[in-house]
């Protein structure tokens, strides 16, 4: 079985992020880069199918700059058995990211894509959707918990409502969400084993443009001032007035 497991690099997301004087970016000189979390839980979820089947072979994949190859090495430190970068300095969005996974899992033929359900730094929520639906695969999303059987993965997920599970046929793309996993602290061994584990790069294998663009960034407003209320009658008639009851 091969697992493909896209990473995206991000500023660490504790990390205290401002715009540019003129709106046209972020100021992120200074600022430490780092997988993206969610991304991080599928890595250590595929590590351990990998550790429980000595069959399972994990691919880390991430689209991006130069830059990304730590990110790759940081995937390999925690397991994966190799890692790709399409290379790339060009403007990218959820719909370019999925069309280079989807060219990639067609010369792979991974049985299973793993991948965070977002990414930290915009949030979208789209990429593993898009891949699936270009695809024509099932997908799993918010995944809490997923087991692998015959021919099929039983997928946990999170929903507002509370927990569903489902059970989809392999191969598919599972999104996953916080409460998978803990991902493993990287000992030294591993930082030193994955420096002669296989990195390629390659160009972009599509001309996909994006779809969406940012127009510009600016800083949310300041949180104003709170007051301490006197009462329980006071705090509720206050309410009244702002329109929150």
């Keep these: 079985m091969t697992i493909l497991v896209p990473i995206k690099r991000v500023v660490d ?43 399972v072979r994990v691919v880390a994949v991430s689209v991006g700059p130069a830059e990304c190859e730590d990110q790759l090495r940081k995937a390999l430190a925690m397991g994966a058995d190799e890692a790709v970068l399409i290379e790339t300095s060009d403007e990218l969005d959820s719909f370019v990211v999925a069309c280079e996974l989807e060219a990639m899992v067609r010369e792979l033929n991974p ?37 692998l059987g015959p021919g099929a993965a039983t997928v946990t997920r999170e929903t507002d409502d509370g927990e569903q599970t489902v059970k989809v046929p392999i191969p598919a793309v599972v999104t996953v969400d916080l409460r998978l996993n803990e991902p493993r602290y990287i000992a030294l061994p591993g930082i ?41 009658d006071e705090l509720i008639a206050e309410l009244k007035n702002r329109g929150a009851l």
């Design 111 to 147: 049985d299973l894509v793993l991948m965070g359900k977002q990414a930290t730094d915009d949030d979208c929520n789209q990429a593993g959707q898009i891949l699936a639906a270009r695809l024509g695969w099932p997908q799993a999303t918010f995944a809490a918990k997923v087991e």
């Design 192 to 232: 030193i084993k994955a420096r002669s584990k296989p990195l390629s790069k390659r160009e972009r294998a599509t001309e996909a443009t994006i779809k969406t663009r940012v127009l510009s960034y600016a800083a949310p407003a300041a949180r104003q001032a709170g007051r301490k209320v006197g009462s329980v």
């Design 13 to 55: 997301p504790y990390a205290k992020v401002r715009p540019l004087a003129d709106g046209s970016g972020l100021d992120t000189a200074g600022l430490k880069f780092d997988v993206n979390p969610f991304d991080e839980i599928a890595m250590e979820q595929a590590v351990r199918f990998k550790e429980a089947d000595a069959s």
